[in-house]
């Protein structure tokens, strides 16, 4: 049937239209939120604006939860909202590219550990490659700021546990599992914010835009992750997800006019040919063994 032959494009394009979505909704975050209430206050506002209008769509009470699907929801939550917010306190001081590269060593390193297979490895050697390309790595590493790279780092490591407990919860329904981790999240990271920007979140201004960011960088973006997670293994999409930076160059170019070079273009044509190539075999191995995958199971 044709709609089955175009299904191995659905967690493609759900990844993609995430990237798309948190680059842009990061970057109207970082330009109209930072100066107001900083980068706890920016993750307040994003998260919890996030977790009120999933659990206000979905409502989640409707469904019963197990006891360890609980407890993978709660990890998958609290590993999402540090995920942010180590995130954000990184750019506080060093480069947003920098900080992306660091970051992205944690679903790379998910991409590897899990690799079984010989081609999985050329798929996470071609994103490597790309990424090297695309983002600036010839930065000088002693006038990174410690702290910054410290909260980078940890951003990796919870993005790599973000994908693991996600694909443990991607059996629930997405509604389910996204609304409660938000919720999750939210906690973590909302009194983090309070603490530090105080009554300036109750700013029109800052409510307004918030909400906005929200639903562009976090409600959408998060949503779309796990239609992928349930139709992919973590090295798939941990693959997969290289081609945020990818995504927000071309959106640099298209909206910013920052123009590429020809080496930037090959990095992007590399990672989106890490990623495609990595859906394709994960769809191919899925359609072979679908029930195959017990150490995902809860």
């Known amino acids: 049937m044709p709609l089955r032959r ?30 107001l209430v900083g980068a706890q ?5 994003r998260v919890g604006f996030s977790a009120l ?30 995920t942010n917010l180590c995130f954000y306190m990184a750019l506080r001081t060093i480069p947003f590219g920098i900080a992306v590269a660091i970051e992205f060593s ?10 079984r297979r010989a081609l999985d490895f050329v798929w996470v050697a071609l994103a490597v490659a790309g990424l090297a390309l695309l983002l600036p790595l010839g930065h000088d590493v002693s006038k990174l700021d410690p702290t910054g790279v410290l909260f980078a780092l940890s951003a990796a490591a919870c993005w790599a546990s973000y994908i693991v407990f996600g694909k443990r919860a991607s059996h629930l329904h997405a509604g389910h599992s996204v609304s409660l981790g938000l919720a999750m999240a939210a906690l973590v990271v909302v009194p983090v914010g309070v603490m530090h920007s105080g009554a300036a979140l109750l700013s029109p201004v800052v409510l307004g835009v918030g909400l906005g960011v929200a639903l562009i960088s976090s409600a959408i973006p998060i949503s779309l992750e796990m239609v992928a997670l349930k139709r992919l293994t973590p090295q798939a999409f941990g693959i997969m997800s290289s081609m945020e930076p990818a995504v927000a160059a071309m959106l640099a170019y298209i909206l910013l006019d920052e123009r590429l070079g020809a080496g930037q273009w090959l990095a992007i044509a590399m990672i989106m040919a890490a990623s495609m190539g990595s859906s394709y075999m994960a769809q ?3 359609r072979a063994a679908p029930a195959l995958r017990p150490e995902y199971k809860s």
């Open 6 to 35: 175009y299904s191995s494009l659905i967690p493609l394009l759900a990844i993609l239209g995430s990237v798309t979505c948190l680059g842009l909704g990061t970057s109207w975050a970082k330009h109209s939120l930072f100066p």
């Open 41 to 45: 206050g920016t993750t307040a506002v």
């Open 53 to 82: 209008l999933l659990l206000l769509f979905w409502r989640p009470w409707r469904w019963q939860l197990s006891r360890a699907d609980l407890r993978t929801v709660v990890l998958y939550g609290g590993a999402l909202g540090l």
């Open 106 to 115: 944690g679903p790379l390193a998910v991409a590897l550990l899990a690799s």
């Open 284 to 286: 191919r191995q899925r």
